[in-house]
């Protein structure tokens, strides 16, 4: 690798955590704050090495708390921005998300998921922050998640999560696994000119008529930053749309946090992303996200095989939930299957959406992702 060069181009080796490092660099960022925690410290690990070169700043912050508090400074600031974590520091940077989606900062949070609770396993994969990527941080508020299942998708869903975080200044989380992040992969970065690269708006209107918070047609206001001749109030706070705090209003809560609302509701439509394979004719269908929809499709495969017929739905966006797509595959399906690294969390919208199709879940726990002929033999068992 030249690390000298902006973006790096060509076909690579490289694992997850380097690929996401990569995309957040090909995306434009130049700012990163974090804290090293496993299975998400080689993407800081390689950015300090990057960063100054292609004229950015890493800094390591003295906890989770500082490093999403320093994220939003720099959003703010004019800069793109972006910091790597895995569950228990996902945990500690929630209230500081909530002020992110309320100031409408745009940036990047990488949640690199492990097992849990608390300290759980370190170094073993999970899928267990699903559930808080969606409802972490209190109050009414939509937020932006996506689920890679490749070292590729580290890269280009890094990407998409800066430039969904651009578009509609929210926070928005790429939610890896540790497999995914670990694992070493073929990585084909293209051209800086073919990547396609999205910057917030800024106002056409003079300084002395800028109000922060005046949405657009898209309910997303145009964002100027500090230092760039505009004076302007952002707060945590309920807020009017010049920014001013406005906390005894409920005629101003219920306008501004249903425009935080349905600034992603309203345009899910341009966000949701997934993968179908097989769903036409599926009477089974595997509904499975990360390094578990690895192994959904080489199950769903082998189910064709035997003359099963199986599909598979995976959400590569998990937030916004793709509750439209999942409710088309019901009206075919005999059954949904969710294999999940939890407990139960996702399947729970599943089940939602599928209305009366019945939902069987798979969940699995400890060092091991399931297996192709895990996932296929309960397949067969619901095929009966």
């Known amino acids: ?45 390689h950015i300090a090495a990057r960063m100054p070169k ?45 002020l992110a989606a309320m100031t409408e900062a745009p940036c990047v949070i990488v949640d690199v998921m492990r097992g849990g609770p608390s300290t759980g396993q370190p170094t073993l994969p999970g899928q267990q922050d699903v559930m808080q990527a969606k409802w972490g941080s209190h109050g009414d508020y939509e937020i932006i998640a996506l689920a890679p299942s490749s070292a590729q998708e580290m890269f280009d869903l890094t990407i998409e999560a800066f430039n969904l975080s651009e578009t509609y200044r929210i926070p928005a989380l790429v939610m890896a696994d540790e497999v995914v992040a670990h694992m070493w992969e073929k990585v084909v970065i293209p051209p800086a000119e073919k990547i396609r690269i999205v910057n917030r708006k800024k106002p056409n209107t003079p300084p ?44 101003v809560q219920m306008r501004l946090v249903k ?42 495969r082998k189910a064709r095989q035997q003359g099963i017929k199986a599909g598979l739905l995976r959400p590569i966006t998990l937030w916004p939930f793709p509750e439209e797509h999942v409710a088309r595959a019901a009206e075919k399906a005999k059954a949904i299957i969710v294999p999940e690294m939890n407990c139960g969390q996702m399947v729970r919208e599943v089940e939602r959406a599928s209305k009366e199709t019945p939902v069987f879940h798979l969940p699995r726990l400890g060092e091991e992702p399931h297996t192709p002929m895990e996932i296929l033999e309960f397949i067969r068992r619901h095929s009966e």
Do not use: W
């Not at 996401?20 to 130049?30: T, V």
């Open 259 to 300: 425009r935080l609302c349905d600034k992603i509701r309203k345009n899910s439509d341009k966000i949701i992303r997934v993968e179908e394979q097989m769903l036409d004719s599926a009477e089974i269908v595997v509904f499975a996200y990360g390094i578990v929809a690895r192994a959904a499709l080489s199950a769903v």
């Open 54 to 98: 292609v004229g950015g700043i890493y800094i390591q912050m003295e906890d989770e708390i500082a490093s999403i508090a320093a994220v939003i400074g720099a959003s703010y600031a004019g800069l793109k921005a972006m910091t790597a974590t895995s569950g228990p520091g996902f945990s500690l940077m929630q209230e500081n998300i909530g």
């Open 1 to 45: 690798m030249d690390s000298e060069k902006t973006v790096l181009t060509g076909v690579h080796f490289m694992s997850g955590d380097i690929a996401c490092a990569e995309g957040a660099i090909a995306a434009g960022c130049r700012f990163f704050a974090g804290y090293p925690i496993t299975p998400a410290t080689e993407i800081a690990e």
């Open 208 to 251: 002395d008529k800028y109000a922060p918070f005046m949405p657009n047609d898209y309910l997303v206001p145009p964002m100027a930053c500090f230092g760039e001749g505009f004076r302007f109030h952002a707060t945590g706070l309920t807020h009017d749309e010049y920014g001013y705090p406005r906390t005894q209003s409920s005629e």
